[in-house]
């Protein structure tokens, strides 16, 4: 498609539930990238994929974050185990090629609520 | 390590108003400069881009020069619309560090008629 998507839109959790969030990137773009959006518009890097290897993952909390980007599938991102301090929205970005000057393209966001 | 620094907000503004946003940066390679814009409730939408110095980026009326002498990159708009109240997001990407992108904290503008 010619737009990030993302789904879904909000998400309820309770504290300690899984939360499952989808990007599906712009077609022919090779790179996507997650960001978590908290308070005061913070934005924090997660990780990054080239095609469905991972380029990057030096922002991802490890115990309870994990991520995916397969083959002709939306990528994911996976909290388990969720925490109040999870609440955010989280975006997810595509680029076409490997470069600083290349544009992300960014999705609407997904906003988690955990309670 | 790279980073970004945005005028705090809010900023508001009478429409046909000048618009100044100030942007500075710390990177420790070559940045691509952003400027991000968040309308309620959507996601980020490129306003414009810079990819080395003295590039000016523009879009819609706004403006911005990559300055490496000064590490800024200011926004400009010689006449604001009520349209344009948002929020705006400068961010750099650095190829010397996986081109993730880092993001001001962003500025609100509030337009009024």
């Known amino acids: 498609g010619e737009e990030v998507a993302q789904t879904p839109k909000h998400l309820v959790r309770g504290e300690g539930q899984k939360a499952k969030l989808y990007c599906a990137p712009i077609k022919g773009h090779s790179y996507v990238f997650w960001y978590q959006q908290v308070l005061k518009n913070e934005f924090k890097f997660l990780i990054s994929f080239q095609n469905e290897n991972v380029f990057d993952e030096t922002g991802m909390p490890k115990e309870r974050f994990s991520a995916k980007c397969l083959p002709n599938s939306p990528c994911s991102l996976e909290i388990q185990a969720t925490k109040l301090e999870d609440s955010a929205v989280y975006f997810c970005a595509s680029s076409q090629q490997q470069g600083s000057t290349d544009t992300q393209y960014f999705g609407p966001g997904t906003r988690l609520t955990v309670l | 390590g790279d980073s970004v620094t945005q005028m705090e907000g809010p900023v508001t503004l009478s429409e046909e108003a000048f618009l100044t946003i100030n942007c500075t940066y710390t990177a420790t390679g070559y940045p691509s400069l952003f400027w991000y814009v968040q309308y309620p409730g959507e996601g980020l939408q490129l306003l414009l881009k810079a990819t080395k110095a003295d590039d000016k980026g523009s879009n819609k009326g706004f403006e911005a020069t990559y300055r490496k002498e000064t590490t800024s990159f200011h926004l400009e708009k010689g006449s604001v619309q009520v349209s344009d109240s948002a929020v705006y997001f400068c961010?750099?990407?650095?190829?010397?560090?996986?081109?993730?992108?880092?993001f001001g904290s962003g500025t609100k503008l509030n337009v009024k008629p």
């Open positions: 961010a750099l990407s650095d190829r010397g560090n996986f081109n993730k992108f880092y």
